[in-house]
């Protein structure tokens, strides 16, 4: 039915995209969309879908430009467009156990099979902080920065000027790759888990979640409860922003990045759909992995708001987390090998072999001391943090 998703499966599909200048994203940009709409006519992909892919890629075109102009609320006017109506999409929006980008299609199966413990299982997430020296941090230490030091708060691909957002990955490692590979020493690991009220706005979609409508045929078209046309619609159209928010520039010195319109105002038009946060791949798979689709399921990031209704310090968001105290890296490798690798089923047990890069190679993921420190993570208590106390202290 949809054997032409495979034709995605390409190099010039990878991301994210290398650049040398900022210059060169929008050209980069605008030629893989043309590359894209050039696969789809040329497979005779029905002109609904084709139409419906050629008018988000030439949107987000058009927004890029709009910003470039300095019509800034003219991009965000025009994403709003985009993505309003895909808020209400559970490919699009869930909470994490329910989460496209986290279990794939199989989360809309006919006929579940009480078999997949990954349908079923908790997703873990890691939050990470650096250090000075070996320490640990108390739960709250642990959260999001306090909205009495806004001035500290650095621009990211996935961020809003002036608000804290809590970053989560779904491994240790993906902290520490997104914390630019620190030292041991100064490498500190909490383990949470979110309500399942908090909901999330999936961006993480790759060419493996398109490609995976290949295997669909007419004899099993009943498999899953979904509009497969409509489906694949809304996946092409969110991979699409994703290439967008995918490119990594080698210039130096810039103060503006292209690369990050695109991600900051999804952040933006998020927040004002009431929703909690982004879902987003990681971009720091530098050399032999190279690319996203590699990064599930060690290395899927989660952006939450910490919602500002003027608190003091803390959001009333962190009432839905659970978080432990931090470990740190190097004190527990100071632990022996059998207390290092117990502990219980992680999530990303039902998606091994999953692979990690590490010293120059490519590993199984249970076989790096990351996964180790993920099962010892896991065993620590997480407790809410009194959040309204906390506020209290700080008036």
Not at 296 to 323: R, T
């Amino acid at each position: 039915m949809y054997e032409w998703t495979l034709k995605f499966e390409q190099d010039e599909f990878t991301t994210p995209a290398l650049v040398l200048k900022d210059k060169d994203y929008y050209p980069a940009l605008k030629e893989k969309y043309n590359k894209i709409y050039e696969i789809l006519e040329e497979n005779h992909v029905p002109h609904e879908i084709q139409e419906a892919v050629r008018k988000t890629g030439n949107m987000v075109l058009e927004i890029i430009q709009r910003y470039y102009s300095g019509n800034i609320r003219g991009a965000l006017k025009g994403l709003d467009v985009v993505l309003k109506p895909l808020t209400h999409n559970p490919l699009v929006v869930s909470n994490l156990k329910n989460s496209l980008a986290l279990k794939g299609l199989k989360i809309f199966r006919n006929n579940i099979d009480d078999v997949d413990q990954s349908l079923f299982s908790e997703v873990d997430l890691f939050r990470s902080r650096l250090s000075d020296e070996i320490s640990g941090f108390k739960p709250e230490k642990m959260l999001h920065i306090g909205f009495d030091d806004r001035g500290t708060i650095a621009t990211q691909r996935f961020s809003i000027p002036g608000l804290p957002c809590l970053y989560f990955g779904t491994s240790s490692y993906d902290c520490w790759i997104e914390m630019g590979k620190p030292p041991d020493n100064i490498f500190n690991v909490s383990h949470a888990k979110f309500d399942d009220t908090i909901k999330v706005f999936n961006t993480a979609v790759n060419v493996y979640d398109i490609s995976e409508f290949s295997t669909l045929t007419e004899e099993n078209k009943d498999r899953y409860n979904i509009n497969y046309d409509q489906a694949i619609q809304t996946l092409m159209s969110l991979w699409l922003l994703s290439i967008s928010a995918s490119f990594s520039i080698e210039e130096t010195g810039r103060t503006f990045r292209s690369e990050y319109i695109i991600s900051q105002l999804i952040m933006l038009v998020v927040r004002d759909s009431k929703l909690d946060g982004v879902i987003y791949l990681t971009k720091q798979l530098k050399t032999q992995l190279k690319n996203d689709n590699w990064a599930k399921p060690v290395s899927v990031n989660v952006a939450l708001f910490a919602h500002y209704q003027d608190e003091s310090i803390m959001s009333s968001i962190c009432k839905k987390i659970k978080i432990s105290a931090s470990v740190n890296y190097g004190e527990y490798k100071q632990l022996n090998a059998a207390t290092r690798h117990s502990g219980e089923h992680l999530f990303v047990d039902w998606f091994l072999p999953s692979h990690s890069e590490l010293a120059g190679k490519l590993v199984s993921y249970s076989q790096t001391q990351f996964y180790g420190f993920d099962k010892y993570l896991k065993k620590q208590q997480q407790d809410y943090c009194d959040v309204d106390e906390i506020n209290k202290n700080h008036t």
